[in-house]
């Protein structure tokens, strides 16, 4: 089984609003991955967890706060977001060595007003 | 810093035809990378990797790509393209990050348009 799930599959919240991603994966990876892929453009990496530790984040504005509360889960928790923040949110895992292959769940699709 | 070109934004070929997507990469020791392929809305599939070893890779789907380290390249292809490889492909370039963890850097994406 090589499948990420990511609830829910849209999104749509108001700019004072506080929502939640979900991802789960049980492939007993250890690294887990947010990135965020605009509209005609690559995923750019958010955050990236390791054995539940917060290895990177890439400068991420703190209206987004990740959390992986156990190796098969991972959130992102959403607060006060921006119209131009309204994107693809992809979650993946992977084993955690190098070269290792990320798995892709089928994403996130946010829009705020 | 790794990066990744991929010069052609769109290609449109017709089915049957054979295909090859471009790919550059720039990083300093040996790369690890990846040919990815996402449908309209949807998450990412990998086609196939090379971290070492023969330079030729398989993938799934039909394809394959060769790393050629004097030009810094690694280009995907494939025989003979169906309607249904129309999507958009990414290469990217990996590198493992103290503390753990791989970081994807992706290059813009070929959006390819398969011609009934």
């Known amino acids: 089984d090589t499948e990420v799930t990511q609830t829910p599959k849209h999104l749509v919240m108001g700019m004072t609003n506080k929502k939640s991603l979900k991802c789960e994966q049980h492939m007993g990876h250890r690294a887990m991955y947010w990135y965020k892929q605009k509209a005609k453009k690559p995923p750019e990496l958010m955050f990236v967890y390791s054995y539940e530790k917060l290895s990177i984040n890439e400068s991420v504005p703190s209206r987004f706060s990740p959390e992986c509360p156990n190796s098969s889960l991972l959130n992102l928790h959403l607060h006060a977001l921006q119209p131009e923040d309204s994107a693809l949110y992809l979650c993946a895992s992977s084993q955690d060595a190098p070269q290792e292959t990320q798995y892709f769940g089928p994403g996130t699709r946010l829009l705020v007003l | 810093a790794q990066s990744v070109t991929q010069p052609d934004i769109h290609i449109t070929v017709s089915e049957g035809a054979s295909l090859e997507l471009r790919c550059n990469y720039s990083y300093g020791a040996t790369p690890y990378l990846f040919w990815y392929v996402q449908s309209p809305g949807q998450g990412l599939q990998l086609l196939l990797k090379?971290?070492?070893?023969?330079?030729l890779v398989q993938g799934i789907k039909g394809f394959e790509a060769e790393f050629k380290r004097s030009q810094s390249s690694f280009n995907l292809r494939k025989p003979s393209v169906h309607w249904s490889d129309a999507a958009e492909y990414f290469c990217a370039v990996g590198e493992w990050v103290t503390g753990g963890g791989n970081k994807l850097t992706f290059g813009t994406g070929t959006q390819l348009k398969v011609e009934l």
């Open positions: 090379y971290f070492s070893g023969d330079t």
